[in-house]
């Protein structure tokens, strides 16, 4: 395990992180009010517009997140307690990245190319665990996917260059 | 007794070879799922689901499906109450109640009493449950069938105003979490008017969002994350149930039949009312504990403070099918990915199933008789083995169950879109479950949004813009009266307490 994953220094503090996705619902309720407005909020001739319901969506949405936000204002002193430490989010990302770029690779090299080299490289990083033991777990677990879907259910999943090669496509 | 006569016609459907096999499968999936950290009822099922499509276009198919997703979800609810007895990890929200007493029997080796009072005192709730499903569906969906667009939306308002009376998080939180849900569902093509909404000029929004990409990134991916921050190590006792315990905390369980029947009650009525199986287990428990002579002795290792969560859960689990049936209203995410899957499969939830499909809807529910017998029988002899899966470690279990989730994620639609907006809806998931935003409020908004708009436009055409039609006869006015009520409850509850400070 990485050493430095005790870090318990507080990376963000919960008023931070409150003010953060207040901002973020305030952000989606005021898209929602503008776009609403365009398309017409309004009581036409023939029944409520499109944007009718949706407009008030958006006004409570913001109307709520402004009432979050100034909630999370009396967050002081040891309420503003830590929201994540350091270590914690270190191992968080180690999960979110890697496993983002697991999906930025599917639609290049399809998705059980990806899953080998993920589950390992992760196995590697995260376990270190010895070459065999993480290349069986990697390729098994990709093989019976591909025999679960594609053989058993008929689900054809995104397939890369290799598969081509193999005439699996 | 007409449900009885249905009811036998529906066990002669459930009964066939094909059904029980699926059964099986179902339940042992679902337990797993129930172990595993970040798969749960919700998103398993809506993993799983894509893999119906196929089977639920042959003849009687439909019923299968929905006896394999629904196993799924029994299993489940079983398997919350391993991670939960065994390893302090409620694997399951629902099974945090059960951990209180649940853990400290099983530090002093009584894990397999602990196990057998939870799956037992599950198999009761999930029984009552299916009892009260079975005679009173009919009676509400026969009432259902006069209801027209005004009526529904006041269900749909009763739906979503009990979530913010009864939910224990702030309230404007799940009331800005439940209106980004019906925000999600309103993007894309406006079914009434045809306009685009919420769209911006780009193609991948043009179809709005999935509930099932929602549910698998909130409840998956996020899960995945939560899980993480508590470290990469589980340390669990063992467990080993033999015919001997079972049978003594068999003959021990009849002295709480007072506390098995209070949480059911809780259970069911929390269940129906979209109040969900996490808050009826936190009720019963808190219940019992006032009602039981050893209350004080609550969280020390107490069989009762085992039964009262565990009985409601299910009860509350397996009662959140009548609304979805009933009236095409769920009563849990899980519940919500069901309705889903029968909207894919081609079949309008609500009151005219009862009259249309009745194959399906008895078959069903004859299928939850069998299944949750088929549960107690699985997880009462198979404990070790899915305790075992727990002690595989994490770093090797989360790159698989992520992958898991994508390929759930990517075969909804087959886009890799989806699988991106999985990841997204991960990280909100994380950051909503942190900041006590409620996530099942707002699945629920993403899976009724169209449904709730289109009643609300339609009641509003009827009344030409007046509100007042809300309240037009007495069954429209008082299910909007009492949704109100519970709207204001956290309000009345805050004055009180001021009140009474001061």
């Known amino acids: ?169 | 007794m007409d449900e009885l006569q249905s009811l036998m016609h529906g066990f002669a459907v459930a009964l066939t070879p094909t059904n029980l096999a699926l059964m099986f499968t179902g339940i042992v999936l679902g337990v797993i799922i129930g172990v595993l950290p970040g798969l749960g009822g919700a998103n398993g099922v809506a993993i799983l689901l894509p893999l119906t499509f196929s089977m639920a276009q042959t003849p009687g198919g439909q019923t299968s499906a929905i006896i394999l997703l629904s196993c799924i979800y029994w299993g489940a609810l079983f398997g919350g109450a391993i991670t939960s007895v065994l390893f302090n990890i409620p694997g399951e929200p629902w099974s945090v109640a059960t951990t209180f007493d649940g853990h400290p029997l099983a530090q002093q080796g009584r894990a397999g009493t602990a196990l057998t009072a939870a799956f037992t005192s599950s198999f009761v709730g999930a029984l009552i449950a299916v009892i009260v499903v079975t005679f009173l569906s009919p009676i509400v969906a026969s009432f259902a069938l006069e209801f027209g667009p005004p009526e529904f939306f006041a269900v749909y308002l009763l739906t979503f105003c009990a979530f913010v009376g009864m939910s224990k998080e702030p309230p404007f939180k799940t009331l800005a979490a439940m209106m980004t849900g019906f925000a999600l569902a309103a993007v894309g093509t406006d079914p009434v008017t045809g306009a685009l909404r919420f769209t911006f000029g780009s193609v991948y929004l043009l179809d709005g969002f999935d509930f099932l990409i929602a549910v698998i990134g909130l409840f998956g991916i996020g899960e995945i994350f939560l899980t993480l921050e508590e470290g990469l190590a589980f340390k669990g006792a063992s467990a080993r149930i033999n015919l001997g315990v079972v049978l003594e905390t068999w003959k021990e369980l009849p002295r709480y039949w007072l506390t098995s029947l209070r949480s059911s009650v809780v259970g069911c009525f929390m269940g129906i009312v979209p109040g969900g199986a996490t808050p009826a287990s936190f009720m019963s428990y808190g219940v019992a504990r006032r009602f039981s002579k050893n209350g004080d002795k609550f969280g020390s290792g107490q069989v009762e403070g085992v039964v009262a969560p565990e009985t409601a859960a299910h009860a509350a689990g397996t009662s959140a099918l009548l609304p979805m049936l009933t009236l095409g209203v769920p009563g849990s995410p899980t519940a919500a990915v069901l309705l889903g899957g029968l909207l894919i499969w081609g079949l309008q939830p609500g009151p005219l199933l009862f009259v249309e499909q009745k194959d399906f809807v008895w078959g069903l529910i004859a299928s939850m008789y069998l299944g949750n017998i088929a549960g107690l029988i699985v997880v009462l002899t198979c404990v070790p083995l899915f305790a075992a899966i727990l002690r595989i470690p994490f770093s090797v279990i989360a790159p698989v169950i992520v992958v898991v989730c994508a390929i759930g994620a990517y075969t909804v639609h087959n886009s890799i879109f989806d699988v991106w907006m999985m990841v997204v809806f991960g990280v909100l998931g994380y950051l909503f479950k942190k900041l006590q935003y409620p996530l099942a409020p707002m699945v629920l908004a993403i899976v009724l949004g169209d449904n709730a708009e289109a009643s609300f436009r339609q009641a509003m055409l009827m009344s030409q813009g007046d509100m007042s039609i809300l309240f037009s006869n007495g069954l429209v006015g008082g299910i909007t009266t009492l949704a109100l009520a519970l709207l204001a409850w956290p309000l009345v509850t805050w004055l009180w307490r001021r009140a009474r400070g001061s």
């Open chain 1, 1 to 169: 395990m990485d050493p430095n994953t005790d870090d318990t220094r507080p990376a963000f503090r919960a008023r931070t992180a409150e003010l953060a996705v207040a901002g973020l619902f305030f952000l989606v309720g005021a898209i929602i009010i503008f776009d609403s407005v365009r398309l017409g909020a309004r009581w036409a001739a023939d029944g409520p517009q499109p944007g009718y319901f949706p407009f008030y969506l958006g006004v409570i949405i913001c109307l709520s997140s402004l009432i979050n936000a100034i909630g999370s204002l009396a967050l002081r002193g040891p309420r503003n307690r830590s929201f994540v430490e350091v270590g914690q989010l270190r191992l968080v990302l180690s999960v979110l990245i890697p496993s983002a770029v697991f999906v930025g690779l599917v639609s290049w090299i399809g998705i059980y190319v990806s899953a080998i080299l993920y589950i390992a490289l992760f196995m590697r990083w995260l376990g270190k665990y010895a070459w065999w033991k993480l290349l069986s777990v990697a390729f098994g677990v990709s093989i019976t996917f591909y025999l679960i879907f594609e053989m058993w259910f008929k689900v054809p999943l995104p397939k890369g260059p290799l598969e081509a090669l193999l005439g699996l496509d």
